[in-house]
C-alpha cells in the first residue's frame, strides 16, 4: 500500500516513524541516561500522538449516539491496549516473583503492577516512595506503566467531551479542550513547584499534552491549507524549528522543570512535527519517517514501550546492567519479546477485532473479564511469592524484622494490641501489652529513629510480651535522631516530624521510661571499584554543634525521669545482602564489595562517633550506650551473612535472625537502661 492509499484508509506511515522517535528515546534514556539526558521526554511525544490519533479516529467518523461512539471508543481502545498490556503484567510478575526479593521500607512494587490492570498505576507511584528520577523507580519493573495510566484515564472523560462538543458550534471542541488544557497546565506549573511527583505522574498536570494533539487533529483544516499553500522554504523552516524543539527537549535534562516548562519542548516540537508530515510529505523529515525502519519500529513501538523497561529492571536485578555486552544483551531481549507480543498477541487480536463479527459491548465484556481474571492470577501469584521465589529470601523469618513475626511463645507473659498513627509525615506505632499472666512495670519503651528503629521491630515487640512495658516507636523515613553526624536543625525537611513526635514525648514520658536512640552514624561510602578492597571511608568526624544539640535535648527530655539508651554504631556493609546472596545475582555489580568489611577499619570509622556518646553519657547518670558490634562481629572480618543466615538485610539494617541473635543483649540494656532510673 503506497502513501495516498494508507491515508485514504485512515493511516498516515509518517505518525508510525514519529513513534518510532518516541519510543527510541526512551528505551536510549533507560539505557545510556549520559547519551540522551532528556529521553524521557519520548511520553511526552506519545501523549502528543494519542490525542491526535484517537481524535482523527473519531472525528473521521459518524455516530448515531453517545452510547454508539462510547462502544465503539472503548472496545477499539480496550483492544488495542489490554492484550499486550495483561501478557506483559503478569509475566513481569512471575519473573519478579522468581527473581526480585520482596521491598523493605518501600511500597512493594508488585502492586504498582496490578494497579496497572485498573489504569491507575500512576496514582500509585504519586504515593509511593520515590518519584521517576530516584533510586526505587529504578527497581521498580512496573514504574513504566504510569504513563498508561495517564492515558487510560485521559480516555474515560473524552468521548464524552468530544459527543458534547460536537452537538453545539464548531469552535466549542477547540474552546473546551483548550480551556481544560490550560487549566492543566496552570495546575502542572502550580503543583510543579510544589507537589512535583504529583505534577509528574497525575493526569491533571498532563492532560495538556494530550490536548495539544486533540487541539491539533480538531483544527486540521486551518493549519493544513495554510501550511500547504506556504512556501518551500518557509515549509524547511517550520519542520526544522519543530525537529529543533524536540532535540532541545530530548538535550535537557532538569526533573524539577517537568512536566512545566521543559515538556513544553517536545509537546510543541511534535505538534509541529505532525502538521509538517502531514502536510508536506515531500520534505525530508517526512521521507525519513515514513522509511521501512521508522514504521516497522513504530509499529512495534507500544510492545517495545511495554516490554523494554521490565527486562531493564530484571537485569539489574539480577546479572546487572552496568557493561555495554549486558546492555545490548538487554536490548535483544527487548525487542525479541517485543516482536513476538506484536505478532502474536498484538496484531492478530486487532485484526480479528476488526474484522470479526462480535459487537462492540461484547468485546468490552470480554475485556473487563480479562482484567478480572488477570488481577485474580496476580493475585494468587502473590499469594504464593515464597513458593515461587528463587531467592533466599523467601525464608521471610530469617530475613524480615517484620511486625507480625511470631514471638517466642515461651516467655512471652502478655498479648500484644498494635495501634499505629500518622504524624507530621511519618508514623507512631505502639505496641501495648494486655491480658498479661503476671503484672509488668508501668513505663514504658520510647523509640525515636528513622528505618533503623522499625528494624528492631521484632525485639521490641517481643520484649514488650515478656516485660509487659508499653512500647511506642516514632518513624520518619530520612529523619534519624541525634545522628551526630549531622545536627537535626539541618534537616528542614524533618522539622515538623521532629516536633510533633518531642512534643508528644515530653508530655507522655514519665519516670522509669527508657527512651532508645537506634540509628546509622555511619555514612556509606562510594559504589566499590571494579577491583580492590571495599573502599570504606576514614573515622567519620562528629561536628561540636551536634554534640551541643543532643545536650540540650537530652536534659530536656530527661526532665521526666526517663533514661536515655543510645545505639553505638553497627558493622556496615557496602553491598545489600539480600541483593547479592543467590545463585543469580552475586555477580552484580552492586554486590562487587562483597558481603564483608575489616573489623579494624569499622572500628575506626566508628570511634569519633563512640567517643561522642561517651561524652553524652558523662554529662548524666540517666544516658547510656550500648554497644552490639561485638555480638554482629566477633572477629575479623565482620560479616553480613553467618553461615546461611543473614545478620542484616540489607547493608546496615537487621534482619529478622540478627534481631534473635541480638535479643538477649538488647533485653539486658533495656532493663539496665530502666533500673538507672527505676
Request: hydrophobic share 50%; with cysteine.
Amino acid at each position: 500500500m503506497n502513501r495516498e492509499e494508507s491515508v485514504s484508509a485512515g493511516h498516515i506511515p509518517e505518525i508510525d516513524g514519529i513513534r518510532a522517535l518516541a519510543v527510541g528515546t526512551v528505551i536510549v534514556f533507560h539505557l545510556w541516561p549520559g547519551a540522551l539526558p532528556g529521553g524521557f521526554t519520548g511520553v511526552d511525544m506519545f501523549f502528543v500522538v494519542s490525542g491526535f490519533v484517537v481524535t482523527r479516529s473519531l472525528l473521521t467518523r459518524d455516530f448515531a449516539s453517545f452510547r454508539a461512539l462510547a462502544l465503539d471508543f472503548y472496545a477499539r481502545r480496550a483492544v488495542r491496549i489490554l492484550p499486550a498490556l495483561i501478557v506483559m503484567l503478569l509475566a513481569t510478575l512471575l519473573a519478579a516473583q522468581l527473581f526480585v526479593p520482596q521491598g523493605w521500607l518501600a511500597r512493594d512494587p508488585s502492586h504498582v503492577g496490578l494497579a496497572a490492570l485498573f489504569g491507575v498505576s500512576n496514582l500509585v507511584l504519586v504515593n509511593g516512595a520515590d518519584g521517576y528520577f530516584e533510586p526505587l523507580a529504578t527497581l521498580n519493573p512496573f514504574t513504566h506503566t504510569w504513563s498508561l495510566g495517564v492515558e487510560e484515564q485521559f480516555y474515560l472523560a473524552f468521548p464524552l467531551l468530544l459527543y458534547w462538543s460536537r452537538r453545539g458550534p464548531p469552535a466549542r471542541m477547540l474552546w473546551v479542550i483548550g480551556g481544560l488544557s490550560l487549566l492543566s497546565l496552570t495546575l502542572a506549573a502550580w503543583f510543579g513547584a510544589t507537589q512535583p511527583r504529583l505534577a509528574f505522574y497525575s493526569i491533571v498536570c498532563r492532560f495538556w499534552e494530550l490536548g495539544a494533539g486533540v487541539l491539533l487533529c480538531t483544527a486540521h483544516a486551518t493549519w493544513r491549507a495554510r501550511l500547504g499553500a506556504s512556501s518551500r522554504p518557509f515549509r524547511a523552516v517550520f519542520a526544522a524549528v519543530s525537529v529543533a524543539a524536540i532535540a532541545a527537549g530530548l538535550g535537557f535534562a532538569a526533573p524539577g522543570f517537568f512536566p512545566f516548562p521543559l515538556a513544553l519542548l517536545p509537546v510543541l516540537g511534535t505538534a509541529g512535527l505532525i502538521a509538517t508530515v502531514c502536510s508536506c510529505p515531500e520534505l525530508a523529515i517526512a521521507r525519513l519517517l515514513r522509511s521501512g525502519p521508522a514504521t516497522f519500529t513504530g509499529r512495534l513501538s507500544y510492545s517495545l514501550y511495554l516490554w523494554h523497561w521490565p527486562v531493564l529492571v530484571l537485569f539489574r536485578w539480577t546479572v546487572g546492567l552496568d557493561s555495554l555486552a549486558l546492555q545490548l544483551a538487554a536490548l535483544a531481549v527487548s525487542v525479541v519479546l517485543a516482536h513476538l507480543s506484536y505478532r502474536l498477541v498484538e496484531r492478530p487480536l486487532r485484526t480479528r477485532a476488526r474484522h470479526g463479527k462480535t459487537a462492540r459491548g461484547g468485546i468490552l465484556r470480554i475485556a473487563l473479564g480479562s482484567v478480572m481474571l488477570a488481577f485474580l492470577t496476580g493475585t494468587v501469584l502473590l499469594g504464593n511469592r515464597q513458593h515461587l521465589s528463587l531467592s533466599v529470601t523467601r525464608d521471610r523469618a530469617s530475613w524480615y524484622a517484620e511486625p507480625d513475626r511470631p514471638l517466642d511463645p515461651g516467655p512471652a507473659n502478655c498479648a500484644l494490641r498494635q495501634e499505629e498513627a500518622s504524624i507530621a509525615g511519618g508514623s507512631r506505632i505502639g505496641w501495648s501489652p494486655e491480658n498479661c499472666r503476671r503484672a509488668g512495670p508501668a513505663s514504658k519503651i520510647i523509640v525515636l529513629g528513622d528505618s533503623h528503629g522499625v528494624a528492631y521491630t521484632p525485639n521490641l515487640r517481643q520484649f514488650a510480651a515478656e516485660s509487659g512495658a508499653r512500647i511506642v516507636v516514632y518513624f520518619r523515613a530520612h529523619c534519624p535522631f541525634l545522628e551526630l553526624l549531622q545536627t537535626m536543625a539541618s534537616r528542614p525537611g524533618c522539622r515538623s516530624f521532629y516536633k510533633t513526635a518531642l512534643d508528644e514525648v515530653r508530655a507522655s514520658a514519665s519516670a522509669g521510661d527508657v527512651i532508645f536512640f537506634p540509628g546509622l552514624r555511619l555514612h556509606h561510602a562510594p559504589a566499590a571499584p571494579a577491583a580492590g578492597r571495599d573502599p570504606l571511608r576514614p573515622a567519620e568526624a562528629v561536628p561540636p554543634e551536634a554534640i551541643d544539640e543532643a545536650l540540650a535535648l537530652l536534659r530536656l527530655l530527661g526532665r521526666k525521669g526517663a533514661a536515655m539508651l543510645f545505639e553505638a554504631p553497627k558493622p556496615l556493609f557496602q553491598s545489600p545482602a539480600y541483593r547479592c546472596a543467590d545463585w543469580f545475582n552475586r555477580n552484580n555489580p552492586v554486590c562487587r564489595a562483597g558481603l564483608a568489611a575489616g573489623r579494624n577499619e569499622l572500628l575506626a570509622r566508628r570511634r569519633s562517633v563512640v567517643a561522642a556518646m561517651r561524652t553524652l553519657a558523662d554529662a548524666a547518670p540517666a544516658i547510656s550506650v550500648w554497644d552490639p558490634f561485638a555480638d554482629l562481629c566477633p572477629e575479623d572480618p565482620c560479616r553480613a551473612m553467618r553461615g546461611d543466615k543473614p545478620l542484616f538485610f540489607d547493608g546496615d539494617h537487621l534482619s529478622g535472625y540478627g534481631n534473635s541473635l541480638l535479643y538477649p543483649a538488647f533485653r539486658r540494656a533495656l532493663l539496665s537502661a530502666h533500673r538507672s532510673v527505676g
